[in-house]
T-cell receptor
Framework: DVKVTQSSRYLVKRTGEKVFLECVQD?????MFWYRQDPGLGLRLIYF???????EKGDIPEGYSVSREKKERFSLILESASTNQTSMYLC?????????FGSGTQLSVL | DQQVKQNSPSLSVQEGRISILNCDYT??????FLWYKKYPAEGPTFLIS?????DKNEDGRFTVFLNKSAKHLSLHIVPSQPGDSAVYFC????????????FGKGTHLIIQP
């Protein structure tokens, strides 16, 4: 079974803090993704990566950056957290268009 | 500009009956469609998929139908069970999905006892 692990289930941060969300997959997938889920808005793509050190903007990249130094690890960075970034963050890896998601990180920015 | 639309935010169905969840899309380049199920505080899990070269795919209690001319797909669950209560997301991809999936906003399915 594919396993995608997100380092934290719940996080509470203050406005202006730098936030790191970590994700690790164990299936040697090349493609990895970060989505956020908000009620009534579905899942929206923030960033994705085809390979190590490669990154592409998704639909809502503003306020975020990513890092992929190793194939199995994809990090999402909030440079200066804001209250409108309170959300459920979902990491995924994929093979042949099928995404496998982690359990998600519920981030609250106060 | 939504490319994948799920127009019913919620749906209530009696246990044992058929649940039908609908999804429409606008991008004619989409060639692969998936349904995901999501429980609160968990990540979405893959349920069933269909390629654009097919019009039906079945897996146990779950069947997905694709009508390409209408740009419409539906997920049928029969019989519906209490554990089916969840949010269901329709998703689509073009050209192998390396750019990720485009998701609808989800439909919250509630199975009534």
């Amino acid at each position: 079974d594919v396993k995608v692990t997100q380092s934290s289930r719940y996080l509470v941060k203050r406005t202006g803090e730098k936030v790191f969300l970590e994700c690790v997959q164990d299936m040697d997938h090349e493609n990895m993704f970060w989505y956020r889920q908000d009620p009534g808005l579905g899942l929206r793509l923030i960033y994705f990566s085809y390979d190590v050190k490669m990154k592409e903007k998704g639909d809502i990249p503003e306020g975020y950056s990513v890092s992929r130094e190793k194939k199995e690890r994809f990090s999402l960075i909030l440079e200066s957290a804001s209250t409108n970034q309170t959300s459920m963050y979902l990491c995924a890896s994929s093979v042949q268009a099928k995404l496998f998601f982690g359990s998600g990180t519920q981030l609250s920015v106060l | 500009d939504q490319q994948v639309k799920q127009n019913s935010p919620s749906l209530s169905v009696q246990e044992g009956r058929i649940s039908i969840l609908n999804c429409d899309y606008t991008n004619s380049m989409f060639d692969y469609f998936l349904w995901y199920k999501k429980y609160p505080a968990e990540g979405p899990t893959f349920l069933i998929s269909i390629s654009s070269i097919k019009d039906k795919n079945e897996d146990g209690r779950f069947t997905v139908f694709l009508n390409k001319s209408a740009k419409h797909l539906s997920l049928h669950i029969v019989p519906s069970q209490p554990g089916d209560s969840a949010v269901y997301f329709c998703a689509a991809s073009a050209g192998g999905g390396a750019d990720g999936l485009t998701f609808g906003k989800g439909t919250h399915l509630i199975i009534q006892p």
